[in-house]
């Protein structure tokens, strides 16, 4: 089983600054990664697939990025929406899709 | 409007059983593999079972396999979970999710319904 490590587990960031969340493969996944976002009460909401491509209607300020084993999550400049809680998701080693822990992004 | 709707979650004794729907709107149900994931309390993500689009391919988590079924019927298009000797530690809120794959080089899960919430208690 792969299995996915993200950091931190808690972030705090001011609204407008720049959030930067880590996900580690415990091997290779190639750029078969997924992000998504949770918000309290609900589903979660796909971000980005293949490391670095932002899902239909993501704005512009989520960017994925890293292939391999390192993964980054990038928001630009943060928005009160986008506090919420994040998984990554290897999609390599299919069907055994692994999710990581999670990162809570909270305001500072 | 694509959409996913859970059903069938409530209270349920250790050992007993339980099966989820989930009814599919808005998208040709027919042509999307599914899955189902769940969420134990202020948990994370945990992928359960997979089915192709015509429920020919199954696979499942080793945490359930053995003890939960998932079937589809695509004439009214719904996605089923069986669950039998559910476990305390089965309690989670499950979640129907489309299986999206763009050229065959990647998938994600890109549509997921709201979630129904199980608990195995007595």
């Known amino acids: 089983e792969i299995v996915m490590t993200q950091s931190p587990a808690t972030l705090s960031v001011s609204p407008g600054e720049r959030a930067t969340l880590s996900c580690r493969a415990s091997?290779?996944?190639?750029?078969?990664l997924a992000w998504y976002q949770q918000k309290p009460g609900q589903a979660p909401r796909l971000l980005i697939y293949?490391?670095?491509t932002r899902a239909t209607g993501i704005p512009a300020r989520f960017s994925g990025s890293g292939s391999g084993t390192e993964f980054t999550l990038t928001i630009s400049s943060l928005q009160s929406e986008d506090f919420a809680v994040y998984y990554c998701?290897?999609?390599?080693?299919?069907?055994?899709?692994?999710f990581g822990q999670g990162t809570k992004l909270e305001i500072k | 409007e694509v959409q996913l709707v859970e059903s069938g979650g409530g209270l349920v004794q250790p050992g007993g059983s339980l099966r989820l729907s989930c009814a599919a709107s808005?998208?040709?149900?027919?042509?999307?593999?599914m899955n189902w994931v769940r969420q134990a309390p202020g948990k994370g993500l945990e992928w359960v079972s997979y089915?192709?689009?015509?429920?020919?391919?199954?696979y499942y988590a080793d945490s359930v396999k053995g003890r939960f079924t998932i079937s589809r019927d695509n004439a009214k298009n719904s996605l089923y979970l069986q669950m039998n000797s559910l476990r305390a530690e089965d309690t989670a809120v499950y979640y129907c999710?489309?299986?999206?794959?763009?050229?065959?080089?990647?998938?994600?899960?890109?549509?997921w319904g709201q979630g129904t919430m199980v608990t195995v208690s007595s």
């Open positions: 999710a489309r299986h999206k794959r763009w050229l065959q080089l990647h998938d994600a899960f890109d549509i």
């Open positions: 808005g998208f040709t149900f027919s042509s999307y593999e």
């Open positions: 089915i192709s689009s015509s429920g020919s391919t199954i």
């Open positions: 091997q290779s996944v190639s750029s078969n």
């Open positions: 293949g490391a670095s």
């Open positions: 998701q290897q999609y390599n080693n299919w069907p055994l899709y692994t």
